[in-house]
């Protein structure tokens, strides 16, 4: 419910909100112990989760303000300027988390990469080896939890990962 | 000499010789500098060859002997051409080691030659840096955690390592044109915290900076290339170029979606099977809103679902009065009751199934009934159509001839007007054919214009980026070359040598004035001697046919005669004495010079040398004969 915002005095309204759509757009939602004093946990929870259908809802069905003032009716009118203000704001923000949401459908998408190059001086069997190995290391994320997945490869099996990513890459060329 | 030795020494020192300070010709280098210096070059020179050869003498004579030896035919292999040989080294001669060494140096590579050969470019002089890097890196031994210095701790503990993960940043962007609302710039002004306390983790501040960075480039670069291929040819502006491509795309993705779902209709999602309205089904994606505030419109699923729940809750409290009988009477009934409540279910459902069934066939047939429906009405308007035509040729009949009569004039008379209409039309047309033939014409020659104008915008395109690309490579090998040329060593200046060289030259061609003033003097010399001999003969000739004529006559004459003659003699025996005094002097000076010469080749002290190491060899010898017999 977006009546318990009516807790927080005026002046803070405003950065609070801007923390939530932060938290909407990916980076830090705003620390529940900053606020313990003004909300407890289920109403802290309610308000953010409410705050943040608002503002998806708000960006994704591009409502007037009006409708929104509406939606907001319930709190106070200082309060409703600030969130409105906030919206307009960030709408293009809003937008693109958006999108990034919709971009990623699919049941595991990639979130992010890293590799690393390292040299393998010998084996077990091999007292000289002196072969580069590229570790990849992959963020999955499947239906919403952080998968990592790691692989080590050496140059052919590189060659060969890069030349399928580039033929995949030439079909999504294709879709445009 | 000197500037030689001193480009000689400093070539060495580059190459690895230790040639310490105060050694600055080559005439102060001892045997052992000549071999490392010889050594060092041939390794640069040719490593295969060099590897095998020590950089110091050893102290053994033959072994040194030996050393000698694999020097000369090392150097011979190389391709010197001049004598050498073991004593070249070990019995030093300034000439000979000065001729060799700045053969050896003209042999090595040039750096200089080297860097220009690289591949020049702002990527290429990174990735040098960082070869240079990890070379040096690779260079430094592996310490365990306790021995290292603070300089290894950088490189191998495993705290300095990050990963690289990055996070979403929000930057403010300045665009042209385009006013900002008042509350995007008040929020830009006092609450957006700057980037590098954006992040939760200080160390994927500078990955997240490059992510966005890349990302952004990436994006204009496609869209410039995109617009530079496609865009233009499509003779849109960008934004009508973007929305065609918007819908294009939308139509496509709808098109995959819709087979998609044809396909497999029991998707994972959830997703309504009849989902005929593409919007629904977008509407599940949107947001992580849940999706049943958005699905207002319940599909047969859902309902026979929430059905079918709704009885069993409402089933399960009416179980709950009945307790406290007996157990087994209670049970019992239970399961009775359980048992009627699940066949009432199944009941329940196949009935709903039924009826569904039976309310997708009654829509069907309904739909058919509607079209026969419609097609009987159309049947029925052209009947009544032709009924009201039947009706008045009816009426018409009685009066027959007149009407008949009446009706031709009706048909002439619209016939006339068909006629006069046809007439009109074509008085209209000719003028408006023409016209359009001339739009079009103008069309035509507008688009050729157009369609030139086109390309020539796109060669200018190309030119622009070409040159682009070609200015920004000029700029940055300027900017290398600056860099190489501030990294270049200064004690050897170009200048100076120039300036020598200038000296020596002019040097030589004042030397040469003197040389060809000197031989026209002796030229002069020789002539006027060559004259005075010719002016001696003729005078002698005169005065010996004056004097032999008198001498016929006169007794005293005859002895004048004999002492004139003898006086001839005399004299030319004087002259070439004087001759002969001249060449022994020369001879005399050559064979000081000679003497010069092989006094500097040090060759008492080499001979003494070599002496005192043919001792040292034969010691060696017995010394070896007698372990041999010990043994």
């Known amino acids: ?142 239906k919403g939890a952080l998968r990592p997945t790691t692989i080590e490869m050496s140059r052919e099996e590189l060659n060969t990962l890069i030349s399928s990513l580039e033929a995949a890459n030439k079909v999504v060329l294709q879709l445009k | 000499m000197e500037e030689v030795d001193k480009i000689l020494i400093h070539a060495l020192k580059q190459v690895g010789t230790e ?49 000698g030896m694999s020097l000369a035919q090392a150097c011979q292999d190389i391709g010197y051409k001049g004598e050498i040989g073991y004593q070249t080294f070990l019995y030093s001669n300034e000439p000979e080691i000065r001729s060799l060494l700045m053969f050896l ?39 365990p955690p306790n021995c290292r210095l603070p300089l290894h701790c950088e490189m191998q503990s495993v705290g300095s390592l990050h990963s690289f993960h990055t996070q979403h940043l929000s930057l403010p962007h300045c665009s042209k044109g385009k006013k900002q609302l008042k509350e995007v710039r008040d929020y830009q002004r006092d609450i957006l915290p700057p980037v590098t306390s954006q992040l939760s983790h200080q160390a994927s501040v500078v990955a997240s900076i490059l992510e966005q960075h890349t990302a952004e480039l990436s994006a204009a670069q496609e869209w410039e290339h995109e617009w ?76 026979t679902q929430k059905f079918t729940f709704t009885q069993e809750t409402a089933a399960a409290p009416s179980a709950i009065p009945i307790g406290r009988q007996s157990e087994g ?60 035509v039947k009706k008045k040729t009816i009426d018409l009949l009685p009066d027959a001839d007149n009407n008949l009569l009446k009706l031709q004039a009706v048909v002439e008379a619209s016939a006339k007007r068909v006629v006069n209409l046809a007439s009109q039309w074509e008085k209209h047309r000719a003028p408006l054919i023409e016209e359009h033939r001339r739009l079009k014409e103008i069309c035509s020659s507008q688009d050729l214009e157009s369609s030139r104008k086109l390309s020539e915008i796109k060669s200018l395109h190309e030119k622009i980026h070409m040159s682009t690309e070609e200015a920004k490579k000029k700029e940055e090998i300027y900017k290398q070359l600056v860099t190489e040329l501030e990294n270049l ?25 003197e040389i060809t003033k000197v031989l026209s003097d002796t030229k002069e010399v020789q002539k006027e001697i060559n004259n005075l001999t010719g002016k001696l003969d003729r005078t002698f000739a005169v005065t010996d046919e004056l004097v032999f004529k008198d001498a016929k006559k006169d007794e005293s004459v005859r002895k004048s005669y004999k002492y004139l003659a003898a006086l001839h003699e005399n004299c030319n025996q004087l002259i070439q004495t004087i001759e002969d005094t001249g060449t ?17 080749n040090k060759t008492v002290a080499n001979l003494e040398r070599i002496l005192d190491d043919y001792k040292a060899i034969r010691q060696e010898n017995s010394a070896l004969a007698a372990k041999i017999r010990e043994g």
């Open chain 2, 489 to 513: 060593p200064h004690d050897a200046s170009r200048s100076a040598y120039t300036q020598r060289i200038l000296e020596i030259v002019g040097n030589i061609k004042k030397q040469k004035e």
């Open chain 2, 329 to 388: 009477d209670v049970q019992l009934q239970q399961q009775e009751e359980l048992a009627s409540l699940q066949q009432q279910i199944q009941q329940l459902c196949t009935n709903i199934d039924q009826i569904a069934a039976d309310m997708k066939h009654m829509t069907v047939t309904n739909a058919q009934v509607l079209d026969e429906l419609k097609q009987q009405e159309l049947g029925n308007s052209e009947n009544t159509e032709k009924l009201q």
């Open chain 2, 19 to 67: 040639v310490s300070e105060d050694i600055d010709s080559v005439k102060q280098f001892t045997s052992e500098l000549i071999v490392e210096a010889v050594v060092r070059c041939i390794r640069v020179i040719e490593p295969g060859l060099g590897s095998s050869l020590p950089t110091s003498l050893p102290p053994g004579m033959s072994a040194r002997f030996r050393v």
């Open chain 2, 584 to 600: 022994i002097l020369r001879e005399i000076r050559d064979l000081e010079e000679q003497i010069e010469t092989e006094n500097s």
């Open chain 2, 105 to 143: 140096v003209e042999r090595l590579p040039r750096a200089s030659a080297e860097a220009s050969d690289q591949p020049t470019g702002k990527s290429a002089v990174l990735q040098r840096h960082i070869a240079a890097a990890i070379k040096t890196q690779l260079a430094v031994p592996w310490l």
């Open chain 1, 1 to 142: 419910m977006v009546d318990f915002l009516n807790k927080l005095p005026d002046a803070e309204c405003l950065g609070f909100c801007h923390r939530v759509v932060d938290g909407l757009c990916g980076r830090e939602l705003p620390c529940r112990s900053d606020y313990s004093d003004t909300w407890a946990l289920h109403e802290w929870l309610e308000l953010l989760n409410s705050l943040t259908h608002l503002f998806q809802l708000a960006v994704g069905n591009n409502i007037s303000d009006k409708e929104v003032m509406a939606r907001l009716s319930s709190i106070r009118s200082g309060h409703a300027e600030a969130v409105l203000s906030v919206l307009r704001a960030r709408q293009t923000e809003i937008r693109h988390a958006l999108l990034d949401r919709t971009n990623s459908i699919s049941s595991a998408t990639l979130q992010d990469f890293e590799w690393q190059l390292k040299l393998a001086l010998a084996s077990d069997k091999i007292s000289s080896l002196h072969t580069p190995l590229l570790s990849l290391s992959l963020d999955v994320r499947e």
């Open chain 2, 228 to 303: 530079n291929s496609q865009g233009l040819l499509s003779r849109l502006t960008p934004q009508e170029y973007r929305s065609k491509k918007l819908t294009r795309l939308r139509k496509r993705i709808e098109e995959q979606l819709r087979s998609a779902a044809q396909t497999s209709p029991e998707s994972a999602f959830g997703v309504p099977t009849s989902t005929s309205d593409l919007s629904e089904l977008l509407q599940t994606f949107r947001g992580s809103a849940p999706s049943d505030h958005i699905l207002t419109k319940g599909t047969h699923f859902t309902h």
